[in-house]
């Protein structure tokens, strides 16, 4: 593509980077400490956050509480807002930092056509699934196991009937198939707590590299890490569970992905919650007293603190860890341990039919590492015409890339690098995409990494007297949107216990 057609493709940058630092900028006018640029301010640079984390709370004024709820719910994903509808008997206020509800289970339209910006699916032998039919959605089925594309070739079924098709040398297909006997005949009920604490590029290392290529997409697509950052057993989980979707695929989802689920949820409590659900809110000071918890918040410029007998914080811990007072010095070191990965993704809107092959395709090698086909689940449905095909291109970057999306020149290139290696990924084609999307977020996905599972996610979620820890990074071992809802219910059990004024049930120790 010439540079000069490429001027005439619409970018949209979406999604804010430096929201990662839980501090609103003009608090810190107070302290005369202001950095000099809003760009200078990342999550992972955290100039602010570090003053907060050293100062404590005297860098806020912290308003008297003007207000006393039962319980403040902090965080607006499927975590928190989870929370938020097993609460709603309660009275419950739920602060969310950004201008809208679902973080990183998020959809948007185009013209009326939906696409996802994060979360893709989840499987019906997980909670969430069941959880999405009592709230009211029907989740439609995938049934498409996942392709890749190698070497210029479409493979169906990549590791099922795909493995006889690969693209490769015979001896490397070989070594395809040794691999997938090997990871199939690995007893994760038995050894899961040794192969959580390993890497999982010990188990690829003899292998050719053409198969440590196709795990170092897929590994960062899906959990954030490649083969050497990555606890064994999650591979080898996700191994044994494609080998079992090759024959019956059982992944649901709604057209843009998991942001149906939130979106659902915000319109069921928005009618009931009204004021007490507040987006543009940020949270910057969590205080626990003896009868109650004070909870500071920024929303329109102007700190304000509420009180609360229990808080359910569904928080990210990078962020958690600076603004929750007096967590353990343990605890808090666990919080620090999570290492999360950028990860924007891209979505490609074409006003005509471009790529329709297969629900998630894998393009290891490439700038992005899978294309998902955004209205995959609805298109034979009676009446449906695509007038958009949009492809969602994940695009997970290393953590030392991160500054690349801190302003919009970045951002735009990892887009154009996107629209680039797609365009080569398809020889031939002709049309341009007539706008191209990115939505940004700076640390969204924690990494998997060797003992994470089983040392420092039980330390993390263990609550305080009233605070209580939910978000997805509470469980594991993925980051997934079932386990933000599985840790919401259990934050919620907590909670509702301490309010009831019995001792919170113990969170549960990973089992193995
Ligand atoms: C690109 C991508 C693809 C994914 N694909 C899948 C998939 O296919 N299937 C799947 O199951 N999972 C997937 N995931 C993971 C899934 O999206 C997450 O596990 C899930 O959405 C996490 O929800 P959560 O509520 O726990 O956390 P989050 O979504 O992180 O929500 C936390 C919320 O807290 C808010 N917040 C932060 N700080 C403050 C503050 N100080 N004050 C107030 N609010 C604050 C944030 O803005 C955010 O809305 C994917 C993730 C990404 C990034």
């Not at 000069?4 to 107070?30: E, H, M, W, Y």
């Not at 170092?216 to 899906?222: E, R």
């Amino acid at each position: 593509m010439s540079g000069n057609r490429r001027d005439f493709i619409k970018f949209v940058v979406a999604g804010a980077v430096t929201a990662g630092c839980p501090v609103d900028l003009s608090l810190l006018g107070q302290s005369g400490d202001a950095p000099k640029s809003q760009a200078d301010v990342d999550g992972e640079d955290n100039r602010i956050c570090h003053q907060v984390r050293d100062k404590g709370n005297q860098i806020f004024s912290r308003p008297p509480a003007s207000a006393h709820h039962d319980v403040v719910i902090v965080g607006g994903g499927v975590s928190g807002l989870t929370a938020a509808y097993r609460m709603q008997h309660r009275d419950a206020l739920l602060l969310e930092k950004e201008p809208h509800w679902g973080g990183n289970a998020y959809a948007m339209e185009f013209e009326g056509s939906v696409y996802g910006t994060g979360s893709a699916f989840l499987s019906k032998d997980e909670y969430a699934y069941s959880f999405a039919k009592e709230i009211g959605l029907n989740p439609l089925p995938i049934d498409s196991p996942d392709a890749s594309i190698l070497r210029g070739e479409l493979i169906l079924d990549t590791w099922g009937d795909g493995l006889n098709k690969l693209p490769y040398p015979p001896l490397i297909r070989e070594s395809f198939k040794k691999f997938k006997k090997e990871m199939m005949g690995i007893d994760l009920e038995k050894r899961g707590r040794e192969l959580f604490n390993v890497p999982f590029s010990e188990f690829t290392k003899l292998y050719p590299a053409e198969i440590k290529q196709w795990w170092d997409a897929y590994g960062p697509s899906n959990w954030g890490a490649t083969g050497e950052d990555t606890a064994a057993a999650v591979a080898i989980g996700e191994l044994q569970q494609m080998a079992a979707e090759s024959r019956s695929d059982d992944r649901y989802t709604w057209p843009g992905g998991l942001g149906a689920i939130t979106h659902k949820l915000a319109e069921i409590l928005q009618p009931k919650y009204g004021e007490r659900m507040q987006t543009g809110a940020t949270t910057v000071a969590v205080v626990s007293g003896k009868e109650e918890v004070q909870v500071t918040y920024v929303v329109g410029g102007e700190p304000r603190t509420v009180a609360a007998k229990a808080v359910i914080m569904a928080t990210p811990k990078f962020i958690t860890r600076r603004i929750v007072d007096g967590l353990p010095e343990k605890q808090s070191e666990a919080m620090k341990q999570i290492r999360y990965i950028p990860y924007p993704v891209v979505n490609l809107i074409f006003d005509k039919p471009v790529f329709n092959h297969g629900y998630d395709t894998w393009c290891p090698g490439n700038a992005f590492t899978d294309v998902v086909v955004a209205d995959w689940v609805i298109r034979h449905e009676s009446g449906y015409q695509q007038k958009y095909n949009i492809l969602s291109c994940y695009t997970p970057m290393k953590e030392d890339d991160r500054g690349y999306l801190l302003n919009e020149i970045g951002a735009r290139k990892i887009a154009a690098n996107v629209l680039r290696d797609f365009k080569n990924l398809m020889p031939g084609m002709t049309v341009d995409p007539i706008e191209v999307h990115i939505y940004r977020r700076g640390h969204p996905l924690y990494m998997s990494t060797p003992g994470l599972y089983t040392r420092v996610q039980p330390l993390v979620r263990q609550s305080m007297d009233r605070v209580f820890f939910a978000n997805t990074d509470s469980e594991g071992p993925e980051s997934t949107t079932n386990e933000g809802i599985r840790a919401a219910q259990r934050a919620v059990k907590q909670a509702e216990a301490r309010l009831a004024g019995r001792t919170a049930p113990k969170e549960k120790a990973v089992a193995g």
